[in-house]
């Protein structure tokens, strides 16, 4: 075999060499990802299966940085409405849709978990839940969110001309009025009274309870326990 047929089979053995120790490379790679992605998964299970309110966390840290719902889904690629409903707890997000918030959010993974959230102190018209019943011409407003966890919950009530809330079955706590705007009645049992703007009205909730208005009202109203 001549010099230059060896330098070509050998050349030959050298590539093939390279070849094998790349693919070697390639797959020892791939295996140490997917024991790293099996492990976290692990430890996100792990987390996942303890008691975290995981939208109240991404909510407070959203305020915190000072984003709207539209905002945040726009950075993250995601809608609105998915940002809300992980926000409220409706829907838990994928361990790849979590990260990709975080992310948006500036916070790592381990922080998340490890780090308690500043309380939110103050909440914006942005934070409020807002629900319209059409038949008793009302619009209520919870202008503190999650706030069913406190010891009272307050809302802004409006009602139309004509205009009244469901009628609530007797039960134990307190509740407290504001009229902003307008007149109320309150109907207590088998009595009724009534608050104009500027005056309030308390009472204790073991007699069902519900308002009315005539000329229509905006009223702040605050339930202890939450029972709105």
């Known amino acids: 075999m001549s010099i230059v047929s060896l330098a070509k089979l050998n050349l030959r053995f050298n590539n093939r060499i390279a070849e094998i120790i790349q693919n070697i490379l390639f797959s020892f790679t791939l295996l140490l990802q997917n024991l790293f992605y099996c492990l976290f998964c692990s430890h996100m299970d792990a987390i996942w299966e303890v008691n975290v309110e995981i939208g109240q966390r991404i909510k407070q840290l959203r305020v915190m940085k000072g984003l709207t ?96 809330t469901d009628p609530d079955n007797p039960h134990e706590g307190e509740e407290f009025g504001y009229v902003l705007n307008g007149a109320v009645t309150i109907h207590l049992g088998n009595k009724v009274y009534r608050a104009k703007k500027g005056e309030t009205f308390y009472y204790v909730s073991g007699k069902q309870h519900y308002l009315t208005s005539k000329v229509g009202a905006t009223v702040l109203w605050i339930s202890s326990p939450p029972t709105f």
């Not at 979590?98 to 934070?127: A, H, N, R, Y």
């Open 69 to 164: 719902q539209e905002e945040l889904a726009d950075r993250a690629e995601l809608s609105k409405g998915f940002i809300s409903q992980v926000e409220r707890d409706l829907t838990s997000p994928s361990i790849a849709t979590l990260m990709d918030i975080l992310q948006c959010l500036g916070v790592s993974v381990s922080e998340f978990f490890t780090e308690e959230p500043e309380e939110q102190i103050v909440f914006t018209k942005e934070d409020y839940f807002i629900k319209k019943d059409e038949e008793n011409k009302n619009t209520i407003e919870w202008i503190v969110p999650n706030a069913q966890k406190n010891q009272m919950e307050p809302i802004l009530l409006k009602l139309e001309p004509g205009g009244s």
